[in-house]
T-cell receptor, first 112, second 113 residues
Framework: DAGITQSPRHKVTETGTPVTLRCHQTENHRYMYWYRQDPGHGLRLIHYSYGVKDTDKGEVSDGYSVSRSKTEDFLLTLESATSSQTSVYFC???????????FGPGTRLTVT | KQEVTQIPAALSVPEGENLVLNCSFTDSAIYNLQWFRQDPGKGLTSLLLIQSSQREQTSGRLNASLDKSSGRSTLYIAASQPGDSATYLCAVTSLNTGNQFYFGTGTSLTVIP
């Protein structure tokens, strides 16, 4: 599997505070993705990137922003965390052509 | 929007049994379909990727098939083992949405020793 790490792995934060999650991949994959996983909803795409500084919105992008300044790093920012953003967040990277995706271990975020 | 459904939500089988997991999708204009397994508290592990031009893919005891016309994919697991216990997820990309994957909610598999 691709070398994908996420940090932090667990975080508890208060409503209204900004939060940044980091994803780092060592496979030189062009594509990177942020998902959230919630019971009953499965995985839903938040944002994705198709190259350095090239990003686009996914299905559930409201309240989130992303940045990609280097091929290997993809940051997800919750601008002002809300309780509805309590979730497990997964990062993935993917190859060109087939778009096969490889996932990181996840970050469990709790907003109190 | 692509809708992906996996039925049943949970499945329990005795060790050694062959089994089939189902995935259905609403938009047949797919680019590819990928099967994953997820262990509790862990990330997703890629099992098999089927391109839209392919009918099946095999890896060890796993075989995934794709029927675009009926909007279905199946994951066949031969000679199941307790270590196969996990949640299995399928995800599809549509030609209309490029590389955006849409996931089903998964089938939780328990293999009883």
């Amino acid at each position: 599997d691709a070398g994908i790490t996420q940090s932090p792995r667990h975080k508890v934060t208060e409503t209204g505070t900004p939060v940044t999650l980091r994803c780092h991949q060592t496979e030189n994959h062009r594509y990177m993705y942020w998902y959230r996983q919630d019971p009953g909803h499965g995985l839903r795409l938040i944002h994705y990137s198709y190259g350095v500084k090239d990003t686009d919105k996914g299905e559930v992008s409201d309240g989130y922003s992303v940045s990609r300044s280097k091929t290997e790093d993809f940051l997800l920012t919750l601008e002002s965390a809300t309780s509805s953003q309590t979730s497990v967040y997964f990062c993935a990277s993917g190859t060109s052509g087939s778009y096969e995706q490889y996932f990181g271990p996840g970050t469990r975020l709790t907003v109190t | 929007k692509q809708e992906v459904t996996q039925i049943p939500a949970a499945l329990s089988v005795p060790e050694g049994e062959n089994l089939v997991l189902n995935c259905s999708f609403t938009d047949s204009a797919i680019y590819n379909l990928q099967w994953f397994r997820q262990d509790p508290g862990k990330g997703l592990t890629s099992l098999l990727l089927i391109q839209s031009s392919q009918r099946e893919q095999t890896s060890g005891r796993l075989n995934a098939s794709l029927d675009k016309s009926s909007g279905r994919s199946t994951l066949y697991i031969a000679a199941s083992q307790p270590g196969d216990s996990a949640t299995y997820l399928c995800a599809v990309t549509s030609l209309n949405t490029g590389n955006q994957f849409y996931f089903g909610t998964g089938t939780s598999l328990t293999v009883i020793p």
